[in-house]
Each structure stands twice: as structure tokens, then as C-alpha cells.
């Protein structure tokens, strides 16, 4: 019995959100850094689906094969601008029936540190070959690189002016304006 005790002292102080859900997929346990990553009390979970809570209809199709097949499996969410990695695992409640156990890791930071990793090595290989293609001309290199950037992330506004004259972009009133010192 001292043995439950020091389990639920466990799982209450795990420094991260942790929960157990029914056969039916229905929380039945969750911590108090699910609540916190929720923004909701325990009272508006328990009970509920998950899919109620996060609004991703496929969390009911990973439980139930985590139960099918016995297995533990990760998938990764976002909410509310984080990233987790949820480990589900099967375990068999009190009625013979298996249930579902997970805890999420918040890997926000290492999604970040990738980004803009990749950032970092996709403009680091355009600089490359904009300075290929250059051949010393600074007005080539820059045309070069804002075009190759442009390219790749389109939803990226690039405008690029030499001499009040367009190199890359579309004429805009509100740069014509900032160029001339008027602002609104």
C-alpha cells in the first residue's frame, strides 16, 4: 500500500503532463502540468476525449491501436504555439479493460533550434552561390541572393531598390512613400 502512495506522489510532481484515459479514450487522471498546458481545470477534463480538448479527431485512432496492439507509440502536436511529443503507452485498468497512459515532453525548443537551423544553412548555401554567380558585382550578388530567398520563401515580401528604382518586388505606395521620408 505505501508503495501507491509513493506512485501517486510520482506522477502529482512529474515535471510534465501526464494523464490516463478508459477504454472509451475518457481522461480519468491527469497532473497538474496537464492542467496548466490546458489553461483548465481538472474538473473540465475528466471525462472528457481528448479530441473534445485539443480538436485532433486522429488521437482517437493512436489509442486505440496503442490498446490493439499493446504498444507504446509518440507522435508530436501543437498547441497553443508548442510543440509536444506525446509517449502513449497501454495499461490495464482496474476492470481488466486497457486504458491509455501518456506524458507529453515540450520539444519547442529543439523545433526552434531546427528551424531555424535549416534557415541558417539554406542562406548560408544562397549566399554561396549568389557570390558564384556574382563575380564581384554587389548589385548582381544582392539581386541574386533576394531572388534565390524570394524563391524558396515566397511569402517572404522581398523588395529591392536601387536608385528609387525596382530591382526585384513590385512598385508599393507605402515604400515609395517610407522612401521619401512621408509617413502615415
Known sequence: MRYLYFLQQFFERLPAPAFIKDNKGRYLW?????????GLPEEKIIGKLESEIFGIEEIEEIDRKVKRTRRNHSHEIVYNGRHYNIQRMPIRLGDGNYGVAGVMFDITQKVLEQ???????????KIMEALGEADGDIVTFVTSFS???????PHVAVVLLMNNEYLIGTKDEKIKDYREGKRD
Open 147 to 153: 531572388r534565390k530567398f524570394h524563391a524558396q520563401y
Open 30 to 38: 491527469i497532473n497538474k502540468e496537464l492542467e496548466n498546458v490546458l
Open 115 to 125: 528551424s531555424l537551423y535549416k534557415l541558417l544553412s539554406f542562406v548560408e548555401e
